[in-house]
């Protein structure tokens, strides 16, 4: 992925333990909406198997920002221990990780990302973490508007060097075309784009800046990423897009996004919490996220 032209990539998301995930099918492509509906429901070979892949990378090619989303089993009594052991486990092979409390396809996560919750896990992960691996929080876009300033306070408090904006959504079916758009999971891709935005720009507004985004959701292309930037983003990521548009698609927005920020004349955006390859030159200021 990286050769692709992302400027970084984010892995997962990784259980402690290995699970199977939801049953097949799971996976829906709207083609006529440019969207995607998942339940993919964590499946996952375990962190023991994700961190021997990482260490061969690391040894043999090692170039690049990767980042490595965190999950808690389906079954698991202790999501916060959860969190911190692939954290543990990671650490040192990851640039970042980020904690995973938004996905709609696992019961009872959402519930974590209440602010008390939330701060207790990204305590314990902090603590796991050496000081040069970042961390983030990734949020859901069906959050309340209350709930989006409410966090939107809190999230400068805690220990977080970003705040991901947004994972897929329960909602937006509405005016759909394709036959699948009533299959439950989270949907991401066009349909998403305004939402994630509009999320994007409420937790902004109640952070006051004092916390870096990364937007994410519906992105497809330049204009698309530019407008995250413009509205508070550090950097964006997109997935869905690369089913439609292919594989010169990180490439493509890349040149096309570098133009218009030189035009607007914009530095490109650096990692939140990420030490800079090459003493700080910067990066494409996107990747490929999987958001299951």
Same mark, same amino acid.
């Given at each position: ?129 050496? &000081?040069?691996?970042?961390?983030? %929080?990734?949020?859901?876009?069906? /959050?309340?508007? *209350? $709930? =989006?300033? @409410?966090? #939107? ?10 705040? &991901?904006?947004?994972?897929?959504? %329960?909602?937006?079916?509405?005016? /759909?075309?394709? *036959? $699948? =758009?009533? @299959?439950? #999971? ?31 959701? #519906? ?74």
């Amino acid at each position: 992925m990286l050769g692709l032209g992302f400027g970084f990539v984010e892995i997962g998301a990784v259980t402690p333990k290995p699970q199977l995930g939801s049953p097949k099918p799971r996976l829906f492509r709207l083609v006529a909406d440019r969207a995607v509906i998942n339940r993919m429901g964590f499946y996952s070979d375990g962190v023991a198997k994700v961190t021997r892949r990482l260490e061969r990378y690391r040894r043999y090619w090692g170039r690049g920002v990767v980042g490595v989303n965190l999950a808690k089993n389906s079954d698991s009594t202790d999501a916060t221990s959860d969190y911190a052991a692939v954290a543990r486990a990671v650490d040192g092979l990851a640039d970042f990780v980020t904690v995973n409390v938004s996905s709609p396809n696992t019961p009872g996560l959402r519930a974590l990302q209440q602010e008390g919750e939330l701060r207790r896990i990204v305590e314990r992960v902090r603590e796991t973490l050496s &000081v040069g691996t970042a961390l983030w %929080v990734k949020l859901s876009p069906d /959050l309340e508007k *209350s $709930e =989006r300033f @409410e966090l #939107g306070q809190a999230l400068p408090t805690m220990p977080v060097d970003g705040v &991901v904006v947004a994972n897929t959504t %329960v909602f937006e079916r509405d005016g /759909l075309r394709s *036959s $699948e =758009r009533n @299959e439950q #999971g989270g949907l991401s891709g066009r349909p998403l784009k305004t939402l994630a935005t509009e999320a994007l720009r409420d937790i902004a507004a109640a952070s006051e800046g004092k916390v870096d985004l990364i937007g994410v959701g #519906g992105i497809e292309n330049a204009k698309d990423a530019r407008e995250r930037l413009e509205a508070g983003a550090s950097l964006v990521q997109f997935h869905t897009a690369m089913i439609y548009g292919g594989s010169f698609l990180p490439r493509q927005i890349a040149r096309d996004l570098a133009h218009s920020m030189e035009a607007a004349g914009r530095a490109q955006p650096t990692m939140p919490g990420v030490v800079q390859p090459d003493g700080g030159t910067p990066m494409p200021a996107f990747s490929s996220v999987a958001h299951r």
